[in-house]
Every structure is written in structure tokens, then in C-alpha cells.
DNA sequence: CGAGAATAACTCACTCAGTGAGGTAAATTG
DNA sequence: CAATTTACCTCACTGAGTGAGTTATTCTCG
């Protein structure tokens, strides 16, 4: 393996410090590798890559029990509130997404994500997924544990 | 804390199948966080999400010893080739990569990182970095291992 | 060697996702 | 109960990305 071209200055001899960063490139390499399987699922479904985006943040919402409205999806895609309004168009024509009124405030809308397109999601995540799984549990619990407390850790920091 | 509303069939209640799904929910979370990093900075300095991936990918061709190529950077961001000519004259133009041709192919280019974008990225960047590699230091070696190994399967799993 | 296929990168015309400006209706404030 | 704020929306526009097609170089193999 030939020595990289490193650059002067970027990565100063510190052993305990290149290790950390060897782990934030795993990260950021395995967090371009989810998007790009985003992408992909983007295309084969029809798609666009933030309508994706979307869906899982809504999901994701779900599963946290909070009520996700249109401006909490807007500051959760990092984007305006006239296009979360477009993208939120796109789902609710592609039957992938229902808009209730919210009980509480009138001018509010509660977002549900229709069950055809979870079940779509889970056909095509569902492999990638059992893959990740499985490449899981086939670490022991210690190693699994310290994983867990990194995510948490460089969850935290990027906060 | 409020039970989740979980939809059903989702999560079969296998305890060892949702320690890993967790882990899968906190990669996804920090994924996400990191893209909204690359799209504040891009906003800050007039570039856009994709030149951001394009130059944040072509320091890691740097750092790995890879030539870095227009179409070797297309497949790396997904994109198609006309898109990514034009990433790259918006990034020329800016000063923050240089084409240099190719010795071996006369058909190819050679992309190169300006220094004034590494020092862009670096103060950008700088302060999250240290903050995460902070947070990664913090845990013990036994927790450092653990998610590197964890972070490599998984990475292998989505590839 | 030299014709044909493949590859790297590009230009051109077009589409449509996302932004800025501005509007309406409901909730909150003093 | 007017004034302000908040939530969401429509409209007009910009420009990032795509498909079609081009040029120039390298590879393939009779």
C-alpha cells in the first residue's frame, strides 16, 4: 500500500487524535453511503431525494410519538417552509402522506404517513436493513455497547 | 416519557433485533446531522450542498492517495457527469479546485483541492471536529474499539 | 498496424425543486 | 379586542441537475 499524499499540517502526529478522527471518516463515509441508497430508492420509487428524506424524518417522528407538522418538517430537512409545503404536495398526490387538522391549533396540519408507503419503504429498506442488522449482532455486547456510546457521544457534539 | 404510538409489525418485540435497530436510528440521526452541517456551511459561504460534497469527498481522495477524476467524483456523489462538469466550474471559478490533465490518459483530468479551501473548511469545520474528536476521546479504548468495529461492519453492510 | 468500440469529458436545451416576496387565517398578547 | 405573532400557503422566478448528442483519446483484436 503506497503512503497517501497527505496534506502539511492537517493531520499532526498525535496517535490518540488520528484515531478519533480514523472514526469520524467511518462515519461521515458511512453517512454518504446512507444517503446515497436515499438516492437510489429516490429513483426507483420516482421520487425525489427529499421526499425520501422527508418520509423518514415523518417516520421518524412516529416513532418518537411526536406530532409532526409541516414547520417541524421544514427545520428537520433544513429547508423553507415553501418548499416543505411543495414537498408535502408531492407525498399527499402520490398518496404517500395524509394531512389532518391538528385538534389543538387551527392552523395547523398533522402529518400520517399512509401505510402503502411504509410497506413500500420496507421493501426496499428491508434488506439493507436486515443486512445492517445482522453485521450488528454479530458483535458481542461490549463492542455493540461501545458503539452505542460513540453514536450518542458525536450525536450529542453535532447537536 | 409518553409510550411511542409504534405501528404495528414495525418492531417485532425481539430485545436483541431492537438493540441493533437503535444503533441503525442513532447512525441515521447523526447521518442527518452531519448533512445539515455541510448545508449550514454552504450556505455561510455562498457554495451548495453538492460543491460542499464534492470538495468534502475530493480531500478524501487527497487523504487516501486516489486520483481524483471528474467521473471517479460523479460516482461518488450520485450525479451524473454533466452535473458534476458543472460542480466543478462552479468550484474553478471559485478558486477552490484546480483541473490539472491527467499523464497517464489525455482524455482525463486530475482534480486538486485549492489551499485556500482546505483553510475555508478547516475554520468551518474546525470547531465540530475538535468538539466530536473530543467526545470520542472521552470514551475508553475498550468504547473507541467497539465503534470502529461497528461502524466498519455496518459500512461494508451498506456498500 | 488500423477500423471499430469504448471511454472521459464536454455543450446545449430543458425541467422542475427550492427561494424570496407576499397573502390569509388562526392564535396570542397587552 | 386591536395589534402582533405564528402556521401555512400561492405566485413568480432562478438555477441545479438531466437527457441528448459531440469531440477527442484510449482500448480491442482481426
Given at each position: 500500500m503506497p503512503e497517501p499524499a497527505t496534506r502539511e499540517g492537517v493531520t499532526p502526529s498525535d496517535p490518540e487524535r488520528a484515531a478519533a478522527l480514523e472514526l469520524v471518516h467511518l462515519l461521515r463515509d458511512a453517512a454518504l453511503k446512507l444517503e446515497l441508497a436515499i438516492a437510489e430508492?429516490?429513483?426507483?420509487?420516482?421520487?425525489?431525494?427529499?421526499?425520501?428524506?422527508?418520509?423518514?424524518?415523518?417516520?421518524?417522528?412516529?416513532?418518537?410519538?411526536?406530532?409532526?407538522?409541516?414547520?417541524?418538517?421544514?427545520?428537520?430537512?433544513?429547508?423553507?417552509?415553501?418548499?416543505?409545503?411543495?414537498?408535502?404536495?408531492?407525498?399527499?398526490?402520490?398518496?404517500?402522506?395524509?394531512?389532518?387538522?391538528?385538534?389543538?391549533?387551527?392552523?395547523?396540519?398533522?402529518?400520517?404517513?399512509?401505510?402503502?408507503?411504509?410497506?413500500?419503504?420496507?421493501?426496499?429498506f428491508g434488506p439493507l436493513l436486515d443486512r445492517m442488522i445482522a453485521a450488528t449482532q454479530a458483535l458481542d455486547k461490549q463492542q455493540q455497547a461501545g458503539a452505542r456510546a460513540y453514536l450518542e457521544a458525536v450525536t450529542e457534539a453535532l447537536g
Open positions: 430508492f429516490a429513483r426507483t420509487t420516482g421520487l425525489h431525494s427529499t421526499d425520501v428524506r422527508a418520509l423518514v424524518s415523518l417516520l421518524d417522528a412516529e416513532r418518537a410519538g411526536v406530532e409532526a407538522t409541516p414547520t417541524w418538517l421544514a427545520q428537520r430537512l433544513g429547508m423553507t417552509s415553501q418548499a416543505t409545503t411543495a414537498v408535502i404536495h408531492r407525498l399527499e398526490g402520490a398518496g404517500h402522506v395524509q394531512r389532518l387538522g391538528s385538534r389543538t391549533d387551527g392552523r395547523s396540519a398533522r402529518l400520517q404517513v399512509s401505510d402503502s408507503a411504509v410497506e413500500l419503504g420496507w421493501q426496499f
